[in-house]
């Protein structure tokens, strides 16, 4: 057995492991969890299995966490509002990748050894906001705690400016380092350019101080960034419309074959962009019922069908009472009652109901059936065989295996 038909199968464990985990089945999910634990302490020695083990630790590790809670300063400059929205609902398919997490974990360790270095050329950095003597935190009013942002710091003695300056860090691959060199910051991401933007207008700073370190040469790259006139104004407005808003906006990208997605993203997750296909897991974010709470602060979410202010843990588990934003689902709504909606697509009635196939006749699914249909392509929907399973012996379809979302890196 080569090394990678070997990892491949312990991957086949832990994908069945995330998607039961998904689902709502913690036990199932811990089962296969072992079982990719086991193989890779089995009979196949001959690769280290030590590096199975981190992954999984690292991988399962990701998965029980909650995505964040709020809409960042860090995307809302994000050009794709369609992609902002979909992460903000929890509604994509996660980067859970080993990998990909140790290179998270990597940038924060790099952040550090750049304030470092920055010290040592004899500026000033708090990375402490000296009235609250917490991390710079920035939440502005009217958002409910929705909208907001944590800040690397501030920084003073700049060769530039003896003025105070918004401190942003960044670490970069090779490729993407050459091309900000070559672009500036704004051209380069316009996220970045936004999220200062976002911290010199909440902090009352002139200006933002860019530093991004080549993590393939140690090289570094720096720029004042000044501010702009309404551009605040702007990401204001458009957090506005994306915390509101129950739909997902439209994609910037002009088509499918667009390289952004195509190139860089795997399939269930260009599906699921494309709204092809349910997103891998039903919670309140992508709930009927669930809605973001604006008043006041702490960013809250509540569910209209009890009454109740969902911590962000309830908030990822939902519940079995989910039903789906009518939104994500391509086609036309008939009827909305508390329990169910009624959906028409080509000619063809459901339910999205709670009550699963009480009545066969009536065609109601679960949301977790949806998704399964949704990963179908819908074709199951129309399977006569299906339906007979369905009356004759009270079947269920459920979601398949979920990849692994092995994003492509650029
Ligand atoms: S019905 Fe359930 S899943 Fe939907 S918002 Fe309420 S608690 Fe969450």
Known sequence: M?????????????????RLF??????????????AKNYAASEFKPFNTTEIEIDIAIEMETLMIAPRGHLGFSVIGNKDARTTWLQWRWSLPREIEARKQRIFKLGHILE????????LSGTTILEIDPVTQTQWQFTPDGFGGHFGGSMDGAIQGLAETPDWAV???????EQAWKLLKKEGLKNFSPAYWGQCQCYIAASGMAIAFFIAYNKN??????????TEAYAWAGYLSRAENLITREDAPPSAFPSRDYFEIKRYKNKEYQAVYWGEQLPPKAHCRNCLKGCPIL????GKW???RSGEVLPIARQWEGCKHHLWLTSFIQASVINISDDSVE??????????SSEPLSDPKKQLYTSNELIAYSQGGWILFDDDNVKRLQDEFNARILPTTQTVNTERSR
Not at 217 to 226: A, D, F, K, L, P
Request: aromatic share 10%; charged share 25%; glycine share 6%.
């Open 2 to 18: 080569t090394k990678n038909k070997y990892l491949e199968k312990c991957r086949a464990f832990m994908a069945r492991a995330n």
């Open 217 to 226: 040469t140690s090289e570094i790259y720096t720029e004042i960034v000044h």
């Open 295 to 298: 008043e006041g602060s702490g």
């Open 112 to 119: 550090t050894e750049v304030i470092n270095i920055l010290r």
């Open 302 to 304: 509540a569910c209209k």
């Open 167 to 173: 401190l942003e860090v960044k670490g970069l691959k």
């Open 22 to 35: 998904n689902l709502g089945f913690r036990s199932e999910a811990s089962y296969y969890q072992m079982e």
């Open 343 to 352: 959906y028409n697509m080509n000619g063809k009635s459901f339910h999205n």
